[in-house]
């Protein structure tokens, strides 16, 4: 009778030798993603970008809202030069002629609700936010001599002080400015100072990629906003 009876099978060591080798398997896979990951931390992020156009820069890897302070005062000075440096005269690169017998073919300006401004200052508005744009250009078109136009007036931002900027929260920093708007007028060669002390709000911004076909309008916001930044606010300094 006892050779008739079932013997009961013991699965405890099959199951022991299965897992051993799981834990086992799941250790050199461990093993094998702590190496790789300690490679790829040792491995310097690069450094080097090489343009379309075969030319290679220097880069620094940062987050999406940050901006370098010398990015924000270089964005600023630039900015707030083209929009308060006046004059119609054309580069040497576009319309300008060595003969004096011919004309030069003058700046004729960008008309706003009131007056206009020059196509550089123009240009450099799209700097700024666009809830802040159209107002700002407003005043520029009544500071701008109407005699800039016909070339007998010309104006210059004289930067005394730009400030390092200063953080106000993630993304957005605020820079004072001390400078003055000098204006020439026919032969006065010396100029008429404005005062301009302000303190810039700027922001970062997500630029976005230029279409195949674009417009000179936005070629030229494209070019101003490279930078990833934009103004929001200009009040005055207190000083």
């Known amino acids: 009778m006892k050779l008739l009876e079932r013997k009961e099978l013991n699965f405890t060591p099959i199951f022991l030798i299965v897992n051993a080798i799981l834990l086992t398997l799941l250790l050199f896979i461990e093993i094998v993603n702590f190496a790789r990951i300690a490679t790829i931390s040792k491995t310097k992020a690069s450094t080097l970008v090489e343009l379309h156009d075969g030319e ?63 196509t550089s200052a123009w240009a450099s508005g799209f700097a700024l936010s666009e ?14 001599p109407p005699d800039v136009f016909n070339g007998s007036t010309q104006s210059i931002l004289k930067v005394s002080l730009i400030s390092q900027p200063t953080r106000i929260k993630d993304g957005q920093w605020k820079v004072d400015m001390v400078a003055e708007i000098v204006v020439f007028q026919g ?53």
């Open 56 to 118: 290679s820069i220097r880069v620094l890897p940062i987050g999406s809202e940050e901006r370098s302070p010398q990015a924000i005062t270089r964005f600023v000075g630039q900015t707030m030069t083209g929009l308060l440096s006046w004059n119609a005269l054309p580069k040497s690169s576009d319309d300008y002629n060595p003969d004096p017998t011919k004309q030069l073919k003058l700046d004729a300006g960008v008309s706003t609700s009131k007056a206009k401004i020059t």
């Open 131 to 144: 809830d802040f744009r159209a107002p700002f250009l407003e005043e520029i078109s009544n500071l701008t």
């Open 187 to 239: 032969s006065n060669l010396v100029g008429k100072p404005i005062s301009f002390n302000k303190t810039v709000f700027v922001r970062a911004i997500d630029t976005a990629a230029i279409p195949r076909f674009a417009s000179q309008v936005q070629e030229t916001a494209s070019r101003v906003r490279k930078a990833g930044l934009e103004i929001y606010k200009i009040q005055d300094l207190d000083l």
